[in-house]
């Protein structure tokens, strides 16, 4: 084995085995026979503070999970590219039959925090520029800039992601069909590293609700 290989993920590993591994031997080798069949998809972002799975403390199979920088989805657009957000959604809509899209945003998100400072000018040869810019327009953004604080105007950015992609969400007929036909469900959340605080998108308010203990 490359001695270069990460010790503390080998670490990681030999604790799982010995710990995690057994008590969920059975699952793993259910789900090695009869594959997977999550009910939630979860969009996310791929730092490395906000893991869906320990967030929602998932257990194997439960979360069919995409990442990217700033969780964001595309529109449909199925041209000659290649594109990972839209192969994801159409396995996990098409085949796995999931019933919630989560659109999972979070505080001090590097990419926003990357496209704020770049607003004027966006760098071209920038690729996290060019792969924010796809989705927010900085010209949608900045016209209530002087009346926020810096922190109130990347909040407000990092949620205007949330919002984008689930309005991109329903560009995708497949998707559109399943959420018009109420077969499944799709569900915004912003998650707050420091505090460990999770908000849930109201849609008919179209704001960000606390989730509580027992609530």
């Known amino acids: 084995m490359a001695t270069s290989f990460p010790q503390n993920l080998l670490d990681g590993y030999r604790a799982f085995t010995s ?25 996310g972002c791929c730092d490395s ?5 320990v967030i929602f403390d998932a257990g194997p199979g439960e979360l069919f999970v995409v990442r990217n920088v700033a969780n964001l989805v595309p529109v449909y657009q199925p041209d000659g590219g290649a594109h990972g957000v839209s192969a994801a959604l159409e396995y ?17 998100c590097g990419g926003i925090k990357a496209f704020i400072d ?10 996290i520029g060019r792969w924010m810019a796809m ?5 949608e953004i900045v016209e209530q800039r ?13 949620k205007a992601a949330i ?11 497949f998707v559109r069909t399943h959420v018009e036909r109420g077969e499944m469900e799709l569900h915004g959340a912003y998650f707050g590293v420091a505090e460990g ?6 849609p008919e308010a179209k704001e960000f609700r606390s989730v509580r203990d027992g609530e």
């Open 118 to 127: 770049k607003i004027d000018p966006l760098s071209p040869g920038d690729f």
């Open 19 to 43: 710990q995690r591994l057994p008590t969920e031997q059975t699952r793993y080798r259910e789900l090695s026979e009869r594959g997977q069949s999550p009910a939630v998809m979860v969009i």
């Open 163 to 173: 919002f984008r992609s689930l309005e991109n969400l329903m560009t995708f007929p």
């Open 49 to 53: 503070r906000v893991s869906p799975e």
């Open 146 to 158: 002087e009346r926020e604080t810096m922190q109130d105007f990347t909040v407000r950015i990092e």
């Open 92 to 108: 996990a809509v098409n085949v796995l039959r999931i019933k919630h899209i989560v659109v999972l945003g979070h505080a001090q």
């Open 135 to 139: 989705f927010i327009k900085p010209g």
């Open 197 to 202: 605080a999770l908000f849930v998108l109201d």
